[in-house]
């Protein structure tokens, strides 16, 4: 159960491994030295939980420069003692991470964000930079990057690419990216595009994500305060639209398994939990096997699974006081996630139990 | 005790001869009174005592003489009298005797009256006798006479049916012909009366053959028709066969004259004609048709006793046929009719349509026809009411559309914001109004189908009220919504103006409009609510909800023009090494420029609102204070390496105390919270971008001064000026976060640098 936040505080830049402890309710955190610059982006590998890959600024002679690179926690940050949640200061003296290898593209410009292949072995990375889509092999102590294959985007203006996500599907041989109002989807193996929904949203499009259990399915957010859910075979219309947010909405994840549930994050502070049943592989709900009930309980299984289902917003988190930029689903439980806001406050929280039951039962 | 009751007897007697009430009747008073000497009820008892009691002695002298006075004179009166009526009973008494005389005289002459009469009666019944055989043989012979005379009638009968079929006179040889028929057929048996049948029935066929050709024919006269129709059904022919062909052959002629309907071309005339020829021609028809089969004298010697009935039948189906015929053609007539400038030609139209069919009602009572006809105008109206309500719509679509071009256009004669809403709104209003006027006409008084229930219930009801009026107001308040869907993501973005000026539209909709719309239907068709109706509050919620809409959209569309406007500038900039800043940069001047331009476009269609109280220089004190001490304290902390916590707890703290800003918060009618909303939606876009680069020393003074100016002119614009103050603080808190080398500039030189402009 850990959460890898990136915090920027001042010109010191850490990561942070915060452990909940879910039986105790005891939240206690690791700290971790990031000292090649301001961390714009994080993400874990998912064969190797001590492996992880950082987007980070570096300024270099009064430029600005975002590079990406491969990093390896220190083996001690487990099973160090974990400091008490209510002395921060003993997070001095913190440990440095190991670089690994840079995803040098010095001639591809910025990097906005680095993916690792989903369920793959963590030899395989993404990084998207500038208008690049770049395919990476890491070699087996992920000492060494190379560039196996790359797309460019091209057209007017000057492209970038602001978000992407790797499909979990098809053999995770598709890529989805953002730039500016567009969404656009890669096939990996020739890595040309497939599809382009333009002006997806009526601004900057901010996050996308797949839903883990429909493959052509897709949710994207943006500046414009909507959440968007998308089927990637008709790019048309979407198939459904959130108008829940004030403000940009920054983020938007789907529960790993029970993908009715859909959580958005943004700058009006808020964190939205939304149960979108109608668009969810489960439609009807849980579908119950007649073998597994005793027929005392027949009757009230068959109500329940007969009672139509309403898309609806289960919950809204106020608990920030400034933007919410991240938020993430626990891949440990799915009853918990966890939110971050501008003023480095992170927030986790559980799935009302009440929902909670009525999608399992 | 003697005289009382003798006095008793005489007024029994009196009353029974009337005397009392000729006589008396004046002094009825007095006669009451036992003392009055001449009245009934005279007591002499009591007069005495009165007498005795009342008088002296001289008085009782004189009274008594005076009495024996009157007695004498009263007995010499009766003497009198006596000898008057004597005479009269001597001459009475002579009178009898001698008609007692003359009765005995009498009384032998009737005697011998009666022998003689005896002597008579015996005479009278001797010459009878005698004359009877006489009598019996004349009576033979005149019957032989008669039977000759029918006779020679039967043996005539062949000629005489001959020649009048040679001169066309078929009532006189058909009813010569059915005289003779009975007894043709009696004696058919005797050769001789064959032959004269078999003649007989041979010239009648050729009758009727040649009535039926006539009948055929079809150019004779419709009396012609009739007589031949009735000579034929007395010659036994079969009625069923002749019903089919009567109508068979008004049918050929009725079918003519729908087809001489379908080319006309003008509704009025085709009514008209439809009227004049088919439906008087119809009428006719059944007129005849009813004489012939269906109200003739029953007949008992006809076969067919349901001769009526099986009529009737016929005649039904066949107006049945034809009348849906006539209906298709009318109703696809006014399907065609679809231009909605003059409704009274329709109605018109359709009142004598109408009317005329009330004719085939009184002829024909039980039929379908007048029924069809109410429901092909019900649904000619239902049809009307659906043509008007798409004209309104388009009418109101293409006011918006003019609208829009006004609002495009540069401003000429400087039609403002509110001229156009204050046109718009009136052109709609009148166009409701003379659409209302235009269907009002179904009602009319002297239109014949306004009596109808429906129309006096269901047509004022639903029909004008709730799908003509309300689906028009819910039209204009869905068209409104659609705008702001529309707008948002894929082209066809509508101006910013259209939709303020729309929401205004609805809002007075919401107040005033749809109450005086609803109330003046209600009082043109005194709507008599049978069914449920959507109620004013419903729609005037409609209403709102929309101009709701609008406005929010309005604020949405406006604070993105403008966040865009600072995204851009802040995104495409080099912040880290930018110079020190000399002047503001222009996109402010820009965004100050249009929220001025966007609050007198407002200002002209929305009040101005309230807004919390502030200083008298506002600009001055606010500034003062995001870039003063506490600003320092603010950021001074992220100098050291080792103290993050004290921002964070500085800020979270700040914003504890400070309320929380909803961005997009639902906007009230007036200026002030468009444009604080429009404002919030910008200042809100500038910190998320901001906090999205880094800068260097000069990009954070630059930001202090753009920051500075905002303030300088925007606080005026919004309700509460804490509001931008607090986001500007941020702005610049969050841009020294993000800054490489936080050095803030001095307040006196970002103020000269304002004010220069």
Not at chain 1, 294 to 320: F, G, V
Not at chain 2, 522 to 547: I, K, M, N, W, Y
Not at chain 2, 732 to 740: E, I
């Amino acid at each position: 159960m850990e959460d890898d936040a990136p915090v920027i505080y001042g010109l010191e830049f850490q990561i942070h491994i915060i452990d909940f402890d879910d039986e105790n309710n005891i939240i206690s955190k690791s700290v971790l030295q990031h000292q090649a610059g301001e961390i714009w982006h994080i993400s874990a590998s998912p064969a190797d939980k001590a492996v992880l890959t950082t987007c980070y600024n570096k300024t270099s002679e009064s430029r600005v420069v975002t590079c990406g690179a491969v990093w390896r926690m220190p083996p001690e940050w487990e099973s160090g003692s974990h400091e008490s949640p209510d002395d921060p200061h003993n997070s001095h003296n913190p440990q440095n991470l190991e670089l690994l290898c840079h995803l040098d593209n010095s001639s591809h410009g910025n990097a906005s964000c680095v993916l690792w292949e989903p369920m793959g072995d963590g030899k395989c990375v993404i990084s998207l930079a500038d208008n690049h889509a770049l395919l990476w092999d890491l070699t087996e102590s992920s000492t060494q990057a190379t560039i196996s294959s790359s797309a460019t985007l091209e057209g007017k203006g000057q492209l970038k690419f602001t978000a992407g996500k790797w499909s979990p599907h098809h053999n995770c041989t598709q890529l989805a990216t953002a730039n500016d109002t567009a969404i656009r989807g890669w096939d990996l193996r020739t890595m040309s595009q497939i599809y382009c929904i333009e002006n997806a949203h009526g601004q900057l499009v901010r996050d996308l994500d797949f839903n883990p259990n429909k493959q052509y399915y897709l949710a994207s957010c943006g500046d414009d305060c909507k959440v968007k859910f998308w089927d990637v075979r008709n790019i048309n219309e979407p198939v459904k639209n959130l108008e829940e947010h004030s403000h940009w909405v920054w983020s938007v994840r789907y529960n790993h398994s029970h993908d009715q549930l859909v959580l958005t994050g943004s700058s009006d502070s808020r964190v939205i939990l939304s149960n979108m049943v109608s668009i969810s592989s489960e439609p009807f709900g849980h579908l119950v096997d007649d073998d597994d009930l005793s027929d005392a309980e027949d009757n009230h299984q068959d109500e329940k699974t007969k009672e139509p289902l309403q898309d609806s917003i289960i919950s809204t988190y106020e608990e920030h006081e400034d933007s919410v930029y991240a938020v993430e689903w626990s891949s440990a439980d799915p009853w918990l996630f966890a939110s971050l806001s501008y003023d480095g406050r992170l927030v986790i929280n559980r799935v009302p139990r009440a929902l909670k039951y009525h999608i399992l039962l | 005790m003697y005289i009382r009751s003798s006095r008793r007897v005489h007024g029994m007697l009196k009353l029974y001869y009337g005397l009392n009430e000729e006589g008396k009747t004046v002094d009825q008073a007095e006669s009451m009174n036992p003392c009055d000497i001449n009245g009934t009820h005279f007591d002499p008892e009591v007069y005495l005592n009165k007498l005795r009691r009342e008088c002296s002695l001289g008085e009782l002298m004189d009274q008594e003489s005076c009495m024996v006075k009157q007695i004498r004179s009263l007995d010499s009166d009766m003497q009198t009298l006596v000898y008057e009526n004597y005479n009269k009973f001597i001459s009475a008494t002579d009178t009898i005797r001698k008609m007692k005389n003359d009765f005995k005289k009498m009384e032998d002459e009737m005697d011998c009256l009666s022998t003689n009469m005896a002597a008579i009666t015996e005479f009278s019944a001797h010459i009878s006798g005698t004359l009877q055989d006489q009598h019996a043989q004349i009576t033979k012979l005149s019957g032989v006479h008669t039977l000759l005379r029918k006779l020679q009638f039967l043996f005539e009968l062949p000629a005489r049916l001959n020649k009048c079929l040679e001169l066309q006179a078929y009532s006189q040889a058909v009813s010569s012909h059915r005289r003779a028929r009975c007894v043709l057929q009696q004696y058919s048996h005797m050769p001789s009366f064959r032959g004269i049948q078999d003649d007989c029935h041979a010239i009648m066929d050729k009758l009727a053959q040649e009535l039926r050709q006539k009948f055929r024919d079809g150019g004779s006269s419709a009396e012609d028709l009739s007589e031949c129709v009735e000579l034929l059904l007395q010659l036994d022919e079969p009625a069923e066969e002749l019903c089919d062909k009567f109508l068979s052959h008004a049918q050929s002629r009725l079918e003519a004259n729908l087809r001489g309907l379908e080319a006309e071309t003008d509704i009025l005339e085709f009514i008209d004609r439809g009227c004049n020829e088919f439906v008087s021609s119809l009428c006719l028809v059944i007129a005849s048709y009813q004489e012939l089969f269906v109200n003739r004298p029953q007949e008992g010697n006809l076969a067919s006793k349901d001769i009526p009935h099986m009529a009737i039948g016929k005649l039904h189906a066949f107006v049945d046929a034809l009348a849906t015929c006539y209906f298709s053609l009318v109703e696809r007539r006014i399907q065609e009719e679809k231009s909605v400038g003059d409704n009274s030609l329709l109605v018109r139209a359709l009142d004598r349509f109408h009317r005329r069919l009330q004719a085939v009602a009184k002829l024909l009572p039980g039929s379908a026809v007048p029924s069809q006809g109410t429901e092909i105008v019900v649904r000619a109206a239902r049809e009307r009411i659906k043509q008007y309500l798409a004209a309104l719509q388009s009418f109101y679509l293409d006011s918006l559309r003019d609208v829009r071009q006004a609002l495009a256009a540069p401003r000429l004669g400087g039609s403002s914001a509110g001229e156009l809403l204050s046109s718009l709104s009136a052109s709609i209003l009148n166009q409701i109004k003379s659409v209302l006027a235009s269907v009002h006409l179904f009602t009319a008084k002297d239109i014949t189908f306004s009596n109808k229930p429906y129309f006096k219930g269901e047509f004022c009801s639903q029909g004008v009220r709730e799908s003509l009026v309300v689906n028009f107001i819910k039209f204009v308040c869905q068209s409104s919504r659609q705008f702001c869907e529309s707008a948002g993501d894929r082209g066809g973005s509508t101006p910013p103006a259209l939709l303020l000026l729309l929401s205004r539209l609805c809002l007075d909709y919401e107040t005033s409009t749809i109450t005086y719309i609803l109330t003046l239907t209600d009082e043109q068709f005194l709507v008599q609510h049978h069914s449920p109706v959507t109620a004013v509050a419903a729609l005037c919620g409609e209403a709102r909800g929309a101009a709701q809409k609008l406005l929010n959209h309005y604020v949405k569309v406006q604070g993105l023009i403008i966040s865009q406007m600072l995204r851009k500038s802040v995104e495409t900039r080099d912040w880290v090494n930018t110079i020190e800043p000399r002047n503001v940069r222009a996109v402010m001047k820009r965004v100050v420029e249009d929220t001025t331009s966007i609050d007198v476009q407002v200002g002209l269609l929305y009040e101005e609102g309230v807004r919390k109280a502030h200083s008298s220089d506002s600009s001055k004190r606010t500034f003062s204070v995001y870039s003063g001490s506490r600003q320092q304290t603010r950021y001074a902390p992220s100098y050291a390496p080792s103290a993050p916590m004290d921002t964070n707890l500085l800020s979270n703290i700040h914003k504890l105390f400070s309320e929380r800003i909803d961005i997009f918060s639902p906007v009230e009618f007036n200026k002030v919270s468009v444009l604080t909303g429009i404002i919030k939606i910008s200042l809100k876009t500038f910190l998320e971008c901001v906090r999205l680069r880094t800068f260097g020393r000069y990009g954070l003074q630059q930001i202090q001064v753009d920051c500075n100016y905002l303030q300088m002119y925007l606080w005026r614009f919004v309700s509460d000026e804490n509001l931008v103050h607090f986001l500007l603080d941020e702005i610049v808190g969050s841009t020294a976060h993000r800054c490489l080398d936080p050095a803030p500039m001095e307040q006196s030189v970002i103020e000269v640098i304002c004010e220069r402009g």
